[in-house]
């Protein structure tokens, strides 16, 4: 399994897979399962729905390590524009970027400038503005970022991924900024020596960093903890300790990617938890959409049947 994963999430890297898959109308239709659609207008009507059966919603526009600043400046545009069709539209939602698609590549100054707009434009709307987690390459930039743009908004938050060794001692010196911090496993391709290989260390530091963020510290500090996982052995635990920490349901959430564990979604929302479905949309797809099959390499299954699909 292991060996299906690393082949791949070394396959999301490659450009000529890209090109063939994105040319593949089977591939497509596969993707769809994940995914509402490649516009915001697809997007937008999929969180309607979400918002109608009691869910909140985070869009995020998929795209990720532009090499021209005028694509970035497009990104920016894309989700000032996206926050003022939510509002409209009346979408109980966020929207959560990823730094390497907002010019980190590029010019670190401009992705600063351009999130510290956004985190304005999201202060605005009346919502959190998310910074993705990438690879561990940006683990640093992306922390000094997430620094930076808090000095002058609390409406922000980062993903940390309970995947990386390092990451308790990163928690631990967020926690004094009162920060949104999304707990995820992590989805990226890292060697041992950095991301702990074992799923029973990565669940262990996931709870971890949930507790850790429902200590008294943290709460009067306002950090806020968004549980980014579809594990249903890792939910009850996460509910054990949120009971133990005294919590209040509206003091935490669930965050689930969109057409994955669908019923677990809406029972928790059914058993009065705050449940947020991500929603990805855009035609960028590729590298994202091999994450999602290797953390599920039975995933293939659906692309072998798209091939057939009439
Ligand atoms: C809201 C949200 C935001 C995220 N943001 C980031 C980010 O910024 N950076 C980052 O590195 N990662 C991000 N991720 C991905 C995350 O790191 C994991 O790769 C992903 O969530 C799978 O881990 P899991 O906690 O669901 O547990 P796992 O142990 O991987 O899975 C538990 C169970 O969930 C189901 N499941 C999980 N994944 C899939 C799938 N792809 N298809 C079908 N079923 C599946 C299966 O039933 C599986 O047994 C995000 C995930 C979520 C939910």
Redesign the pocket.
């Known amino acids: 399994m292991d060996l299906m994963r690393n082949l791949l999430l070394a396959g999301s890297r490659s450009a000529w897979l890209q090109r063939q898959a994105t040319r593949r109308k089977f591939v497509k239709l596969a993707v769809r399962r994940f995914m509402p659609g490649e516009t915001v207008d697809d997007a937008l009507v999929a969180a309607e729905k979400q918002n109608k059966a009691g869910l909140l919603v985070?869009l995020t526009h998929l795209g990720e390590n532009l090499s021209d600043k005028s694509e970035a400046d497009a990104v920016l545009a894309h989700y000032l524009e996206t926050l003022k069709r939510m509002k409209a539209a009346n979408v109980q939602g966020e929207v959560s970027i990823k730094p390497t698609q907002l010019g980190l590549d590029i010019d670190p100054e401009l992705c600063l400038r351009h999130t510290r707009t956004l985190a304005e434009a999201a202060r605005e709307h009346g919502s959190r503005l998310w910074i993705?987690?990438?690879g561990s390459a940006y683990t640093d930039a992306t922390l000094k970022l997430f620094r930076a743009v808090r000095e002058t908004h609390s409406n922000l938050g980062v993903?940390l991924?309970a995947y990386l060794r390092r990451t308790r001692d990163d928690l631990e010196s967020l926690i004094p900024l009162g920060p949104g911090i999304?707990i995820?496993?992590?989805?990226?391709a890292e060697p041992a020596s950095i991301a702990f290989p074992d799923?029973a260390e990565v669940d262990a530091n996931f709870l971890w960093m949930a507790k850790r963020l429902w200590k008294t510290d943290a709460k009067v500090a306002k950090a806020w903890a968004t549980l980014?996982?579809?594990?249903?052995v890792l939910i009850p635990q996460l509910e054990q300790a949120a009971k133990e920490a005294g919590l209040t349901t509206d003091m935490y959430e669930y965050?689930?990617?969109y057409g994955?564990?669908r019923g677990e979604q809406l029972r928790l929302a059914k058993a009065g938890r705050q449940v947020r479905v991500?929603i990805s949309y855009g035609t960028h797809w590729f590298p994202w959409y091999m994450?999602?099959l290797a953390?599920?390499p039975a995933?293939l299954s659906f692309v072998f049947k798209s091939m057939f699909a009439k």
């Open positions: 985070t993705d987690m990438e993903c991924q999304r995820v496993k992590g989805a990226y799923k980014g996982t579809h594990d249903a965050a689930m990617l994955i564990q991500l994450r999602r953390e599920r995933n």
